[in-house]
Structures are given as structure tokens and as C-alpha cells.
């Protein structure tokens, strides 16, 4: 392997994550910010009102630790409290004290600051910290304290030993700590927590996952079978959001990618008859030239009367290529949009009279008859009159091409509309099969098959005058009645005179 670019075999290093594993990762992130928040949250706003942060602890207090002592302890409290009234000197004798605290009691003499005794579960600096003080008037009776990590409630009395010393009696008993509630909850709410966790991340991946991964994974065989070359499928998008948008536009690409492909092959294919066809009919009147021509060479018209007619058999079949190479090098330039084109404003009435003028002396020999109907009044129009010519032309001679009646009659005629003038050329010739009508503008397109009659041609005659009068932005369109005559129509758009 050649020394490769660091960048580029980073960038080959970078993990790849899956969309699933990214959202799950930021449920998760998600969930746990917020309680932490939540939390902090909580926090804040017991210290915000109460301003004081042991403020959660006092709260807690209150609601948790208000527990009445048992009735053993209530008794032990009434008899040390009988002892400090009437023989006080009494509690400062262990024995005696020792015998009122019955098992799992605590009890607390205090003479001054001096712990005279205290049952041996408590710790006695504690005690000495924490136990409120002296108050001779015996209200604050029962509270609780915090002795270290452990709450206690207590009942107290105070009293004067016989030397006047301030003494005070207390029956405590433990309570749960805080500590010790959270560390029993923990568990449940922690599972509790983790469990809905569960629940909610398994929910928010359904949800995803059906409405995202899915139409994605969709998507993605979508473009596989694009890859592979399949077009033919359909891709339905599951609803309006962004996702189903993107579905959408992918199934118009689809379609519009299919639509160009099997234009491409329809191209294709007319390229392939264009060509079949450009040669086959350039190869008829070659071939017949070369009949005739080795005739001359052979002998075979050794008359002046026989040359005469090959060399103008020859000559015809000559200028009928001529004409053909003529009519397919103009398609071909119209075709490629690379004909230019002189618009100049005609008026159509005077243009038309003076076209039938000229075809009238070459028309009458043939025993045709014209009939010409113009507008009213005269009709402007912008064109290049040599391309309209060459579009009249055209239709002129098929007209006359297609004509097998005795009576023959070819009607010219231009009508007005409201934006438009119509020009319409009428015959009363062969007309055209119904299902050959749609196609007679297309290129090589001629109705009868055999495509070497003595009608001859090449099929370009209406491509070319579609052409021409598309690039005018007008339409051509032609009505037909078989055995009866057709008509060819063709609109220009109005002009102003000038
Ligand atoms: N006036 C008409 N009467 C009968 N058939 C017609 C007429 N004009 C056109 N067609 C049919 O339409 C086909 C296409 O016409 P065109 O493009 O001029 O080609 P071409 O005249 O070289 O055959 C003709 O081959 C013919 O079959
Ligand atoms: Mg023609």
C-alpha cells in the first residue's frame, strides 16, 4: 500500500453510529439531564423560599420523625420525673437511674452541662452537643434533634437539684434517619426509575423507528434497486412530515429518471429508424440511377429516343435525391434549432392571392381547381415568409400528390380569430386512415408502408412545416375523412400591421 493521506485514513477511522444508536443515546442523555435537573430544580426552590439549605433537612423533620414514644418509655419518663420532683439527689445515683431504664431505653441525666448519665447506646459527646438546653418553664418539652446521621425525638423535663443546679431529664428514642429512608427507598425507586426508563426509551424507539427508520430503510432499497437499474417500483410516502416529503421527492425522481431513461431509448430508437430510413430512401433513386446508367454504358439504348428517356429517368431520380437530401438537411437544421429565421410582418390576404397567382399556371395544367376564400379585412402576421411558403408548399403538394379524383379541387383558405389567423388547405384527395392521422407530422412518418410507390417522398414534408410553424408559436393540426379529402390547419399568431 503507497503512504497514505493522513486526513483521509482519519477520516476513514470514524466510528459509524447508527441513526437507532444516536437517538437512543440522546433519550437516554435526555432522561437522565432532566432529573438531574429536576433535582437541582427541587433544590433550589426549597432554598429560594426558605433560604436556608438544612431547610430540606428541618422539612424533613417535620413530616418524617413526629413519633410518639412507646408506652414503656413514656413510663420511664413519668418515673425519672417523679424522682426529679421529689428525690432529685436520686438521679445522680447510676443504680437507681440503671433500674428505671429497662431494655432498649435511652436516657439521659444532665446536671448543669454535665452529662450525669447516659444509657450506653448513646454516644455522650453527642448528647452533650446536642440536646437543647435548660428552660425552667417546661414548654418546649418534645421535639427532635440530630444527633451525628441519626434523628431522635425526645421528651425532656427540667428541674433544680437540691444545691440549685440546673438539671434536666430525657427520654430519647431513635428515629430513622434520613440517610437510612433513602437508603431503604433507593432500591425500589431506583428500579422504579429504571423501569421507566425502559418503558419510555423502548416507546420513543418504536416511535422512531416507525417513523423514521423505516421510511428510511425504504428509501434505501429504493436507491439499491436505482443502482441495480430497476426503475419499476413505487415508493409511497407513510405520511406528511419532512420523512414523507423526502419520499415524495424520491418517488418523483423515480419516475422522472424512469421517464428519461425510456426517452433516452425511444431516442435511441428513432435515431435507428432515421437512419434505416434516410438510407433506404436514398437508396432507391441510387439504385435506379445506376440501372440506367449502366444501361447507357451496356448498349441498351441505342436509340436517340431510349437515351433520351434514361438520361431523364436518370435526371428525375437525380433531383428527387437532391429534393430528399434537401428536405432532410432542413429538417435536420430545424430539428437542431440551428435554422435561422427572418420574422418580418406580413399581411396574409395579399401574401395568399399572390401565392395562388403563381401556382394557378402550374396547377390548371393539371386539372386542379382552386378555390381561394380569404378574411374580411387584411391580416397581419410576424413570419419568415420563405419558411411559411415552404409550409404551404408542402401541404400544396400533398395535396396534389394524394389526389386520385377526376374532379379535383384543393381550397385554400384563411379565416381570423380573436388572437390568431387560421390557414387552411382542403382537398378532396384520398384522405388518410383514422389511425394513421396522429402521426403524419412525425418525422418519416408516411400512411402508406411501402415507401417506394411512385407517390414517393420521404416522409419529412408535415415534420418540417410543424417545425416551421412551432417556431412561429403556432400549432398544425389536420382533419381527414378517408376516400373523402383532408384538411391541414395551421394558426399564426396576430400581428400589427406596420
Ligand atoms: N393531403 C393529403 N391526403 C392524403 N394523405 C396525406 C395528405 N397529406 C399527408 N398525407 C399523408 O401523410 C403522410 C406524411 O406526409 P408528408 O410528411 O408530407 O410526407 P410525404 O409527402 O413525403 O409522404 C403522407 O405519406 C401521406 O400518407
Ligand atoms: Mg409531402
Known amino acids: 500500500m503507497k503512504c497514505m493521506n493522513p486526513i483521509v485514513y482519519l477520516k476513514k477511522q470514524v466510528i459509524y453510529i447508527s441513526i437507532k444508536i444516536r437517538f ?29 439549605v438544612r431547610a430540606i433537612e428541618h422539612f424533613y423533620k417535620k413530616t418524617y420523625v413526629q413519633k410518639p414514644l412507646t408506652e414503656t418509655e413514656e413510663n420511664a419518663f413519668l418515673d ?27 436516657l439521659v441525666v444532665r446536671k448543669d452541662q454535665d452529662i450525669v448519665y447516659a444509657s450506653p447506646s448513646l454516644n455522650k459527646q453527642g448528647v452533650r452537643s446536642s440536646l ?31 444545691d440549685k443546679a440546673q438539671g434536666s431529664i430525657f427520654v430519647l428514642r431513635k428515629a430513622s434517619s434520613y440517610a437510612e429512608l433513602t437508603r431503604s427507598l433507593f432500591p425500589i425507586l431506583f428500579g422504579v426509575l429504571l423501569l421507566l426508563f425502559i418503558i419510555i426509551i423502548g416507546l420513543l424507539n418504536y416511535m422512531v423507528s416507525r417513523s423514521i427508520i423505516k421510511p428510511i430503510s425504504v428509501l434505501k432499497e429504493g436507491t439499491e434497486k436505482i443502482k441495480a437499474g430497476d426503475l419499476d417500483f413505487h415508493i409511497r410516502p407513510g405520511s406528511d412530515d419532512e420523512i414523507g416529503q423526502l419520499n415524495t421527492a424520491f418517488e418523483e425522481m423515480r419516475s422522472k429518471l424512469k ?26 433513386p441510387i439504385t435506379s440511377i445506376i440501372g440506367y446508367v449502366e ?48 420574422f418580418k410582418t406580413i399581411e396574409l390576404r395579399s401574401y395568399l392571392q399572390d401565392y395562388i397567382d403563381g401556382l394557378q399556371l402550374e396547377l390548371t395544367p393539371l386539372g386542379i381547381q382552386i378555390d381561394l376564400q380569404l378574411a374580411q379585412k387584411p391580416l397581419y402576421v410576424l413570419a419568415d415568409q ?60 408516411r400512411a402508406e408502408k411501402s415507401r417506394n410507390s411512385e407517390t414517393g417522398g420521404s416522409g419529412l414534408g408535415l415534420a418540417i412545416a410543424k417545425q ?24 399564426l399568431k396576430k400581428g400589427e400591421e406596420r
Open 24 to 52: 437512543l443515546l440522546s433519550y437516554v442523555g435526555i432522561i437522565f439531564v432532566s432529573i438531574l435537573l429536576l433535582l437541582v430544580a427541587g433544590f433550589l426552590i426549597v432554598f429560594a423560599i426558605t433560604g436556608d
Open 295 to 342: 444501361g447507357i454504358q451496356d448498349g441498351v439504348a441505342n436509340t436517340p429516343q431510349k437515351m433520351d428517356k434514361y438520361l431523364t429517368i436518370i435526371h428525375q431520380k437525380a433531383r428527387e435525391m437532391d429534393v430528399m437530401i434537401e428536405e432532410l438537411f432542413l429538417f435536420s437544421k430545424l430539428d437542431l434549432k440551428k435554422e435561422p429565421f427572418t
Open 386 to 445: 420563405e419558411k411559411l411558403t415552404r409550409v404551404i408548399t408542402n401541404l400544396i403538394n400533398n395535396s396534389v400528390k394524394y389526389m386520385h379524383k377526376t374532379q379535383k379541387l384543393l381550397s385554400i383558405r384563411l379565416s381570423e380569430e380573436a388572437e390568431r389567423a387560421i390557414i387552411q388547405v382542403s382537398d378532396n384527395g384520398s384522405g388518410i386512415e383514422h389511425a394513421a392521422l396522429p402521426h403524419i407530422f412525425d418525422r418519416f412518418y
Open 80 to 106: 425519672l420525673k417523679l424522682l426529679a420532683k421529689n428525690d432529685s439527689a436520686q438521679l445522680l445515683n447510676r443504680d437507681q437511674v440503671q433500674k428505671i431504664e429497662h431494655h432498649g431505653i435511652k
Open 468 to 491: 416551421i410553424i412551432e417556431q412561429h408559436g403556432g400549432n398544425i393540426w389536420a382533419a381527414s375523412e378517408q376516400g373523402k379529402g383532408t384538411s391541414v390547419f395551421f394558426s
Open 132 to 162: 437543647p438546653g435548660f428552660e425552667a418553664a417546661n414548654i418546649n418539652t418534645r421535639d427532635t434533634i440530630r444527633m451525628h446521621d441519626l434523628f431522635f425525638t425526645y421528651v425532656k423535663f427540667d428541674f433544680y437539684f437540691s
Open 259 to 284: 421517464e428519461s431513461v425510456e426517452l433516452q431509448l425511444q431516442l435511441e430508437e428513432n435515431r435507428k429508424a432515421l437512419l434505416s430510413n434516410i438510407s433506404h430512401d436514398l437508396r432507391t
